[in-house]
């Protein structure tokens, strides 16, 4: 039986919940009114209200191309989600429903490659890219990215296949399913929420992924991430144009958000609502 | 389709695919200001020239640019054709054979009307190893609507006891207008620019013939005591947070009574689209102390280089050759007006006559630039080379840690003996561990 909420105590958890989520928010909104408004305004101070000028738009577009870093960060990210994906789904498969006595130590070690610091092996990666002919191509940056957010995916991915009771999948097995059936037509539907949220949450990190994509790529590979770094400037006000061009970089992936965020929640909370 | 019509295709598609490839693609690496976005936009004009070469453009933060750069030189990524770099980096890139020397300009160059300060900075053993695009020294910049309700003048070479006095005077709180706007903001770029000027001019150095740090100096306590000084009297609030950007704005607003900063300044406070006080504004060299004959020697510009992991050094020097050139300079006059051309770098450009009556400022920054000398910044001796920062690959580390110690006095959290004992502390144990210090 539900337990009964009292109005008093809705009204105050939704007002906390506002608060939180207009305070996580905060910067990219901010981000937003900067970037209508002048240079001038932009570094003078605190300020909600915009003078509402599109001018620094009109700049960004003019000054840089923004169609081409922005098919790459589409191309770097979903490409490097699905190769994430096709060994992540095998590997979770395995540690999950045929554990051994090593796979925590496994899946620890993977979650402790995230825990060096990435310019701790800028110099034998930026090497082995440049023996292979990997520095600024696409094929290079989607290996990357992949493998920088493959622990994470790896992860995830385990713990949603792990709420999956093993017996659906023994039951299959009697019933003649190879392995590779097994996956694809019995585990992997019933993991779908997780597998959409893993996909787009690593879809939105490799969207802003902003250390590799801006220290391997000169042109032909650079995704949005380098074309907002573009903008910063050494000497003259650039604020407002910074904020134009972080606002155009991040629109895609916010609108992305937008639309899934019921697929999104559902399978971030997958394992508390079972 | 005809079998006719796909042969010509066919060749018609080879004959493009031939074009493409036989094109040489040189990438450049640069950063984000007006100079560099024009010479972008004018890149078409050297494409057309020169049909065989194209060129890519990446434009990067100042830092990460330097980061790039160097992990690309030193792994030998040959990423890049052209870099943009400072007169800080060349000296020490070109003694790590990093660049490659600029002997294939062409006769028509002129290497002769390059500013001389700023080409014996480039040079090394004699040789260019970097073609400047634009050069500055620092200057004042005055209200000379408040000098005048203040009863002030100007004098031709001012001293710091008149500046600090005038600062004062001038400073009126109730209007929200400080009598003097100065970098604050921690970094070696930043506020160790100015400071390190300062204390040039105060008779000071970085260090002695041994590398030994003078932080324990008269000097640096007299410059640094000032320094704090003219903040606490006559400086905007929150100063310690200021660099560049936020000082012109400051200024451009009407907020600064003075501003000593970057010679390339001129141009935005006098541009009356940006600044409210454009028709308003002096010039004056950058201040002495009384008795010591020196004016900081201040120096800087951003310059073309070709990095030694080039593949591609013959059309790189080409298109330096064109960018740096006079008549680059007559074509950006010609598109953007005169005083939107580079400035800094040329002699030539200081004698055009249509220069001088586009651009006030041209005149005090040609004498700021003449009385800059990076191989003599102060009075006594010294080991190295370079006049607002110290040409070796150390100082960007430790200019920034000075900086904030320095920061940390104007923001009222720190006294000058405290960050000049810490900042002596940490200059010797860093130059120790380098091996400076014997």
Same mark, same amino acid.
């Given at each position: 039986?539900?337990?009964?909420?009292?109005?008093?105590?809705?009204?105050?958890?939704?007002?906390?919940?506002?608060?939180?989520?207009?305070?996580?928010?905060?910067?990219?909104?901010?981000?937003?009114?900067?970037?209508?408004?002048?240079?001038?305004?932009?570094?003078?101070?605190?300020?909600?209200?915009?003078?509402?000028?599109?001018?620094?738009?009109?700049?960004?577009?003019?000054?840089?191309?923004?169609?081409?870093?922005?098919?790459?960060?589409?191309?770097?990210?979903?490409?490097?989600?699905?190769?994430?994906?096709?060994?992540?789904?095998? %590997?979770?498969?395995?540690?999950?429903?045929?554990? $051994?006595?090593?796979?925590?130590? *496994?899946?620890? &070690? =993977? !979650?402790? +490659?995230?825990?060096?610091?990435?310019?701790?092996?800028?110099?034998?990666?930026?090497?082995?890219?440049?023996?292979?002919?990997?520095?600024? %191509?696409?094929?290079?940056?989607?290996?990357?990215? $992949?493998?920088?957010?493959?622990? *994470?995916?790896? &992860? =995830? !991915?385990? +713990?949603?296949?792990?709420?999956?009771?093993?017996?659906?999948?023994?039951?299959?097995?009697?019933?003649?399913?190879?392995?590779?059936?097994?996956?694809?037509?019995?585990?992997?539907?019933?993991?779908?929420?997780?597998?959409?949220?893993?996909?787009?949450?690593?879809?939105?990190?490799?969207?802003?992924?902003?250390?590799?994509?801006?220290?391997?790529?000169?042109?032909?590979?650079?995704?949005?991430?380098?074309?907002?770094?573009?903008?910063?400037?050494?000497?003259?006000?650039?604020?407002?144009?910074?904020?134009?061009?972080?606002?155009?970089?991040?629109?895609?992936?916010?609108?992305?958000?937008?639309?899934?965020?019921?697929?999104?929640?559902?399978?971030?909370?997958?394992?508390?609502?079972? | 389709?005809?079998?006719?019509?796909?042969?010509?295709?066919?060749?018609?598609?080879?004959?493009?695919?031939?074009?493409?490839?036989?094109?040489?693609?040189?990438?450049?690496?640069?950063?984000?200001?007006?100079?560099?976005?024009?010479?972008?936009?004018?890149?078409?004009?050297?494409?057309?020239?020169?049909?065989?070469?194209?060129?890519?453009?990446?434009?990067?933060?100042?830092?990460?640019?330097?980061?790039?750069?160097?992990?690309?030189?030193?792994?030998?990524?040959?990423?890049?054709?052209?870099?943009?770099?400072?007169?800080?980096?060349?000296?020490?890139?070109?003694?790590?054979?990093?660049?490659?020397?600029?002997?294939?300009?062409?006769?028509?160059?002129?290497?002769?009307?390059?500013?001389?300060?700023?080409?014996?900075?480039?040079?090394?053993?004699?040789?260019?190893?970097?073609?400047?695009?634009?050069?500055?020294?620092?200057?004042?910049?005055?209200?000379?609507?408040?000098?005048?309700?203040?009863?002030?003048?100007?004098?031709?070479?001012?001293?710091?006891?008149?500046?600090?006095?005038?600062?004062?005077?001038?400073?009126?709180?109730?209007?929200?207008?400080?009598?003097?706007?100065?970098?604050?903001?921690?970094?070696?770029?930043?506020?160790?620019?100015?400071?390190?000027?300062?204390?040039?001019?105060?008779?000071?150095?970085?260090?002695?013939?041994?590398?030994?740090?003078?932080?324990?100096?008269?000097?640096?306590?007299?410059?640094?005591?000032?320094?704090?000084?003219?903040?606490?009297?006559?400086?905007?609030?929150?100063?310690?947070?200021?660099?560049?950007?936020?000082?012109?704005?400051?200024?451009?607003?009407?907020?600064?009574?003075?501003?000593?900063?970057?010679?390339?300044?001129?141009?935005?406070?006098?541009?009356?689209?940006?600044?409210?006080?454009?028709?308003?504004?002096?010039?004056?060299?950058?201040?002495?102390?009384?008795?010591?004959?020196?004016?900081?020697?201040?120096?800087?510009?951003?310059?073309?280089?070709?990095?030694?992991?080039?593949?591609?050094?013959?059309?790189?020097?080409?298109?330096?050759?064109?960018?740096?050139?006079?008549?680059?300079?007559?074509?950006?006059?010609?598109?953007?007006?005169?005083?939107?051309?580079?400035?800094?770098?040329?002699?030539?450009?200081?004698?055009?006559?249509?220069?001088?009556?586009?651009?006030?400022?041209?005149?005090?920054?040609?004498?700021?630039?003449?009385?800059?000398?990076?191989?003599?910044?102060?009075?006594?001796?010294?080991?190295?080379?370079?006049?607002?920062?110290?040409?070796?690959?150390?100082?960007?580390?430790?200019?920034?840690?000075?900086?904030?110690?320095?920061?940390?006095?104007?923001?009222?959290?720190?006294?000058?003996?405290?960050?000049?004992?810490?900042?002596?502390?940490?200059?010797?144990?860093?130059?120790?561990?380098?091996?400076?210090?014997?």
């Amino acid at each position: 039986m539900a337990r009964s909420v009292t109005t008093g105590a809705k009204i105050g958890w939704s007002i906390a919940a506002w608060v939180v989520a207009l305070l996580i928010f905060f910067p990219i909104l901010y981000a937003v009114i900067t970037s209508l408004k002048t240079e001038q305004e932009a570094i003078a101070g605190f300020s909600l209200i915009p003078s509402g000028t599109f001018e620094n738009y009109i700049t960004v577009q003019t000054q840089r191309d923004y169609f081409k870093p922005f098919m790459n960060s589409v191309i770097l990210s979903v490409g490097s989600t699905i190769l994430a994906l096709i060994i992540a789904i095998p %590997s979770a498969w395995a540690m999950a429903f045929a554990p $051994t006595k090593r796979t925590k130590d *496994i899946l620890m &070690w =993977m !979650l402790s +490659t995230k825990m060096m610091p990435s310019v701790a092996v800028l110099l034998p990666i930026f090497i082995i890219f440049r023996t292979f002919g990997l520095l600024d %191509s696409r094929v290079g940056l989607t290996i990357m990215l $992949t493998l920088i957010n493959l622990p *994470i995916v790896v &992860w =995830m !991915l385990y +713990t949603y296949f792990r709420e999956i009771p093993g017996e659906i999948l023994e039951a299959a097995r009697m019933d003649g399913a190879s392995l590779w059936k097994e996956i694809v037509y019995v585990l992997t539907p019933m993991a779908i929420p997780g597998i959409a949220s893993t996909l787009l949450l690593n879809i939105i990190l490799a969207w802003n992924e902003a250390f590799w994509t801006i220290q391997l790529t000169t042109t032909n590979a650079a995704p949005l991430t380098a074309f907002i770094a573009s903008f910063s400037s050494p000497q003259g006000l650039f604020w407002a144009k910074l904020s134009a061009a972080s606002t155009m970089a991040i629109a895609p992936i916010l609108i992305l958000g937008w639309f899934s965020q019921k697929q999104l929640v559902r399978g971030l909370t997958f394992g508390a609502v079972k | 389709m005809t079998l006719k019509t796909f042969l010509l295709g066919a060749c018609s598609a080879l004959a493009f695919v031939a074009t493409t490839a036989s094109a040489e693609t040189l990438t450049i690496a640069t950063v984000n200001n007006g100079d560099m976005v024009r010479m972008q936009g004018l890149t078409a004009e050297f494409t057309k020239a020169n049909p065989d070469i194209q060129v890519n453009w990446v434009t990067l933060e100042e830092n990460v640019l330097r980061e790039r750069v160097t992990t690309d030189i030193a792994a030998n990524g040959g990423q890049y054709d052209i870099v943009t770099i400072g007169n800080y980096e060349v000296p020490i890139w070109a003694k790590q054979n990093w660049l490659l020397p600029l002997d294939g300009l062409g006769d028509k160059y002129d290497m002769d009307d390059l500013l001389p300060a700023i080409r014996g900075g480039l040079s090394v053993d004699s040789k260019l190893y970097a073609a400047p695009f634009y050069g500055e020294s620092a200057m004042i910049m005055y209200r000379k609507d408040l000098f005048e309700k203040a009863g002030l003048k100007m004098p031709e070479s001012p001293t710091w006891e008149f500046i600090a006095d005038a600062a004062k005077k001038i400073t009126d709180r109730g209007n929200d207008v400080s009598g003097m706007c100065l970098r604050g903001k921690a970094g070696w770029g930043e506020n160790m620019a100015f400071v390190s000027a300062l204390n040039n001019s105060f008779g000071g150095r970085w260090f002695d013939e041994n590398w030994k740090p003078q932080f324990d100096q008269p000097e640096w306590k007299a410059s640094l005591q000032f320094y704090a000084d003219l903040m606490k009297d006559s400086g905007p609030s929150g100063a310690s947070s200021n660099g560049f950007n936020e000082n012109l704005t400051l200024f451009q607003q009407g907020k600064c009574g003075m501003w000593i900063d970057a010679t390339v300044a001129a141009s935005f406070v006098s541009n009356p689209k940006d600044s409210k006080v454009a028709d308003k504004v002096g010039y004056a060299i950058f201040p002495t102390k009384e008795g010591v004959a020196n004016h900081g020697n201040w120096l800087w510009s951003w310059n073309l280089a070709v990095p030694a992991s080039s593949q591609k050094a013959e059309a790189a020097q080409k298109f330096i050759s064109w960018a740096t050139s006079k008549e680059y300079t007559t074509l950006v006059a010609a598109k953007e007006g005169w005083a939107n051309v580079p400035p800094g770098t040329r002699t030539s450009l200081y004698k055009n006559a249509d220069y001088q009556k586009a651009a006030a400022f041209a005149a005090p920054t040609l004498a700021a630039m003449d009385a800059a000398d990076i191989t003599k910044p102060t009075i006594k001796p010294v080991p190295y080379t370079g006049g607002q920062f110290v040409a070796i690959p150390e100082f960007q580390a430790l200019g920034t840690t000075v900086g904030q110690l320095f920061s940390a006095v104007i923001a009222g959290q720190s006294t000058v003996d405290d960050a000049l004992a810490a900042a002596q502390a940490t200059a010797t144990r860093d130059m120790t561990r380098a091996g400076y210090i014997k």
